[in-house]
């Protein structure tokens, strides 16, 4: 359960920072965010930040319990 929680919290970080720097022109270097189109929307995503946000929040919870 600590593992889906943390998986929310890193994919809302991830849109968090991937929109500002995303739509600033930048691809944020190691971050590799990139545009996807959804429908008629731009979305920002980075699968790096989103597996290192994810693996930091998933640490976080186990050293809380």
């Known amino acids: 359960m600590d593992l889906l929680k943390a998986m929310g919290l890193g994919a809302l970080i991830t ?3 991937a ?3 995303g739509t600033q022109g ?3 270097g190691a971050l590799a965010i ?8 731009k ?3 980075s699968w790096p930040m989103f597996f290192g946000g994810t693996g ?6 186990l050293i809380q319990r």
Do not use: E, R
């Not at 990139?34 to 929307?41: C, E, K, M, P, S």
């Not at 930091?56 to 919870?61: C, D, I, K, P, R």
């Open 15 to 17: 849109c968090c920072i």
């Open 56 to 61: 930091l929040f998933w640490a976080l919870m």
């Open 26 to 28: 930048s691809s944020g």
């Open 43 to 45: 979305v920002y995503w």
């Open 34 to 41: 990139h545009q996807l189109a959804v429908a008629d929307y």
């Open 19 to 21: 929109v500002v720097v």
